[in-house]
């Protein structure tokens, strides 16, 4: 009873599909892996440019330098993700840093000193948390109003110069090694495995994507979509916190004027490379890993190849914009 | 009818990630006729369609229209070869206006080059007046009811000249008296030598509407024909590969137990004065037409809107839901309709798509125990039939009905007492519909209280003990499941008829 439309149906399979589909995995590994695929080429690139790349030193060295924004650069994924935005983060980095040394030398106390500097993280991003989910202010208006503020308090405890530490034992926290590893290293590789454990394997993890992806249907999902988003910023703010510390400690000082200047723009470009959306709800804990190290490649390698510091930005520049042209290809 | 063909696509082949969708299928569309492309959930009809509107490439195969070879190789150039897509998500920008989202891409600029608001304008009432719909060019979208949107999708497809209209499930959120407005139109398309596909569950609509058929199974061709030649059982059979009944379904006794009570809940200009109750094991619905306010005042009783007055009582205890996390805690599931929009989470997997309101469940120590997730997963995949390669897939990548199963499955993995089915099959299969239909009445079974929303009357007559029928906001009458009828329905939903004491 069927009337085929078509008689010639029977016709054997030809090769197209099997090509069609390898093409199809190919760009699927792509897709999905694309950061480090990027990351090992500059990495042999690098090798290959300069000798001195690939010596150990230099690759702790590396791995020191990029380890203030990387954990800035995890909170800032973990915002990005949930659909926001954090300009503070350099700022907050200065003020938390100011705040922290006054704690430092008042008590004496390195303990005091850190709980002051967690403490004031996460109160200044519970605060932007707060702007964002009660006072329904766009991420970017209300980070963008805390980043001149908390830049401003600190520049006015601080005079607008550095203060320093009077703490003997506080630079140790930046400046000890482990083995052969600087404990920031340390710190910042172990953040990223927390947080890659946060987002991956945890309810909060899953509650942050479905708010980036679809705010309407995570509500209807029955998630508590202003305690997650409140949380976010909170968490960012710890994060710089910790970066904080450790700025702090590498000086012994803090800058109210120059410390944390641009953070922002590094730890948003590092997502980026990464591999996360603008617009939230996709990309990996992971790829913000390798796009900071790209970063930290790169200013490496401009440095090893005497490149004047005033065209760095710009070579910066243009790897953000390949690496989002790339990516909106899929 | 002369038989002249106009579309002709020769053994089309498609595989994603090696994953066989289309085994080559080939398809015949005439001039000025309207053409079912039938098959069930995941057969490869929105996928064939998007070959066609040059979303997607084929790995094989070819496409004629008119005898000319012609390469879709984006949406652009099969546009310009006179096709136009409806598509079965609706697409609509809700912070843009009704003209604005007609217009989006092609609009009209006068000889300055500025934007000719009043042109648009101008165009976007006749369309939408042709088509039947009252709402004003210049009324924001996000504001509009679901039919509207719909209708908004299928306006724009036909401002621009084409020859051929894919429809992918038009009618997908439109009820009775909506979609014999579309008709009307599509047979004035007709008359002027437009050819239409036309993808649809809807059987009764397939018979109204289509002159021939061809029907998909598992991306093959399964047979094709002329529709008046055929029973409606036979084309079933030959998508789902058995007959399927239409009869009412036998229901278990209610129990006595009052799981929802809702006294005078009212909201300005949503509704007002709402009065129900719902049994344990009852299956209860509500209909209506557009804009009756039925989903709004489920939402209110989901805590998703909070601005009420009146009461909610939850076992006897009276309520105060302001968030559906509170409503979840009650035990109350709420399963929204039009997906895209309310529920589906497109950059999570599916797996992670049904666990996302039962997240504690899943709990151990802090971590997500996904192999649990996994297990259950493949427990709903096997009862729900989802049709599914790799469940890490993200959702959006799954057939519309099978990304529907999945949200039935999301809660009912959540497990409540009080389960509220807003559309619940949209753009399911028949196949799966009555499959869906008899898990729905085991849950009542087994002493839940079902709540269905529907604007589909043969669905509500089918499933409900107790049906109730709302008008602009307010309930306007109830019936006895038994006992009624869509005319009876109808009548009342669309005000013709008021009456506020119960019937039955
Ligand atoms: N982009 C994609 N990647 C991977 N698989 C896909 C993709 N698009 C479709 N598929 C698969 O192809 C199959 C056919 O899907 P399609 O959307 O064509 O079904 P359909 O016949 O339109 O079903 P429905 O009636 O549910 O809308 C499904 O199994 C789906 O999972
Ligand atoms: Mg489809």
Same mark, same amino acid.
């Given at each position: 009873m069927n009337r085929l439309a078509n008689p010639e149906l029977k016709e054997p399979a030809k090769q197209g599909s099997a090509m069609g589909s390898a093409k199809s995995r190919l760009t699927w590994i792509w897709s999905e892996y694309s950061v480090i695929i990027a990351f090992v080429i500059i990495f042999i690139l690098a090798a290959i440019v300069s000798p001195r790349f690939l010596d150990i030193n230099n690759q702790l060295n590396i791995l020191m330098q990029v380890s203030i924004i990387g954990i800035v650069a995890l909170g800032m994924t973990v915002v990005m993700l949930s659909g926001g935005i954090d300009l503070s983060v350099g700022s907050v980095l200065a003020l938390v840093g100011v705040l922290t040394v006054l704690a430092l030398n008042a008590t004496g106390s390195i303990l005091v000193g850190i709980l002051t500097a967690l403490a004031s993280g996460v109160i200044i991003g519970l605060l932007n948390g707060l702007l964002v989910a009660k006072g329904k202010i766009a991420s970017f208006i209300a980070t963008l109003g805390m980043m001149a503020g908390a830049r401003s308090i600190a520049l006015y405890i601080a005079e607008g110069g550095s203060i320093s530490g009077e703490v003997s034992g506080f630079t140790a926290i930046a400046n000890t090694e482990l083995w052969v590893i600087d404990v920031p290293i340390i710190i910042f590789i172990l953040m990223a495995v927390l947080v890659y454990m946060l987002m991956h394997k945890t309810s909060f993890g899953r509650h942050v994507y479905a708010l980036g992806s679809n705010e309407k249907a995570a509500l209807l999902s029955a998630i508590r979509v202003d305690r997650v988003k409140i949380a976010v910023y909170s968490l960012a703010g710890l994060l710089v916190s910790v970066a904080a510390i450790i700025e702090t400690s590498r000086l012994n000082s803090i800058s109210s004027s120059s410390s944390g200047m641009q953070y922002e723009l590094d730890a948003i470009a590092a %997502?980026?490379? #990464? *591999?996360?959306?603008?617009? *939230?709800?996709? #990309? !990996? %804990? =992971? *790829?913000? $890993? $390798?796009? &900071? /190290?790209? /970063? #930290?490649? /790169?200013?490496?390698?401009?440095?090893?190849?005497? &490149?004047?510091?005033? /065209?760095? *930005? $710009? @070579? !910066? #520049?243009?790897? =953000?914009? %390949?690496? @989002?042209?790339?990516? !909106?290809?899929? | 009818m002369e038989n002249k063909v106009y579309l002709e696509m020769r053994n089309i082949k498609k595989s994603f990630n090696g994953v066989k969708v289309l085994k080559g299928v080939s398809l015949q569309v005439q001039k000025g006729e309207v053409h079912a492309l039938l098959g069930e959930n995941g057969a490869g009809k929105s996928t064939l369609m998007n070959i066609l509107g040059g979303v997607h490439q084929p790995d094989s195969g070819s496409i004629t229209i008119e005898g000319r070879d012609v390469k879709m190789s984006d949406p652009r150039e099969s546009k310009a070869n006179g096709v136009s897509f409806i598509h079965q998500e609706l697409n609509v920008v809700p912070d843009l206006m009704v003209y604005e989202n007609l217009f989006l891409g092609t609009e009209i600029k006068n000889k300055f080059g500025f934007l000719h608001v009043e042109e648009m304008c101008r165009q976007t009432a006749d369309i939408l007046g042709r088509l039947g719909v009252d709402i004003h060019p210049k009324s924001y979208v996000r504001e509009l009811d679901n039919s509207y949107k719909q209708f908004i999708e299928i306006a724009k497809s036909l401002l621009h000249k084409s020859e051929l209209i894919i429809m992918d499930e038009p009618t997908s959120s439109l009820a009775d008296h909506e979609v014999e407005r579309l008709f009307t139109f599509i047979r004035n398309l007709k008359e002027t030598g437009v050819s239409i596909i036309y993808i649809s569950h809807k059987l009764k609509e397939i018979e109204e509407i289509c002159d021939r058929f061809t029907v998909l199974r598992d991306g093959e061709l399964a047979g094709a024909g002329i529709v008046k030649e055929f029973k409606l059982d036979q084309i079933t059979k030959l998508m789902v590969g058995k007959a399927i009944s239409n009869e009412r379904f036998e229901h278990k006794e209610i129990q006595d137990t009052v799981l929802l009570e809702v006294n005078n809940l009212s909201t300005e200009g949503l509704y007002k004065n709402i009065n129900f109750s719902v049994k344990a094991g009852e299956v209860v619905g509500f209909t209506g037409l557009a804009g009756d306010g039925r989903t709004e005042l489920f939402e209110s009783i989901f805590g998703y809107r909070k601005k009420y007055t009146g009461q909610i009582k939850v076992r006897g205890q009276v309520l105060k839901i302001d968030h559906p996390q509170k409503a979840v805690k009650a035990k109350i599931g709420f399963v929204p309709k039009n997906r895209k929009e309310n529920a589906i989470i497109k950059d999570l997997s599916v797996i992670h798509n049904m666990s996302l309101s039962s997240l504690s469940k899943f709990n151990r120590n802090g971590l997500l125990d996904q192999s649990l997730e996994r297990k259950r997963f493949r427990y709903y995949k096997d009862l729900l039939n989802i049709k599914v390669h790799d469940p890490n897939i993200t959702i959006d990548k799954l057939s519309g009905g099978n990304q529907q199963k999945v949200m039935l499955a999301k809660w009912l993995e959540a497990d409540p007492d009080i389960l509220i089915f807003d559309n619940p099959t949209q753009g399911i299969d028949v196949g799966a519909k009555q499959e869906i239909y008899e898990q729905i009445l085991a849950l009542a079974a087994m002493g839940k209280a079902i709540i269905i929303l529907s604007s589909e009357a043969p669905e509500i007559l089918r499933l409900c003990q107790r049906i109730y029928v709302m008008y602009q906001g307010e309930i306007v009458s109830s019936f006895n499941g038994n006992r009624a009828t869509e005319d009876m329905i109808m009548s009342y939903a669309t005000g013709a008829k008021r009456e506020d004491e119960q019937i039955g």
């Open positions: %997502v980026i490379i #990464g *591999g996360t959306r603008m617009t *939230g709800g996709r #990309g !990996k %804990v =992971i *790829g913000t $890993f $390798f796009g &900071v /190290l790209i /970063l #930290g490649i /790169l200013n490496n390698m401009m440095n090893l190849m005497n &490149v004047s510091p005033h /065209l760095q *930005g $710009f @070579v !910066k #520049g243009a790897i =953000i914009i %390949v690496a @989002v042209v790339f990516q !909106k290809r899929e | -």
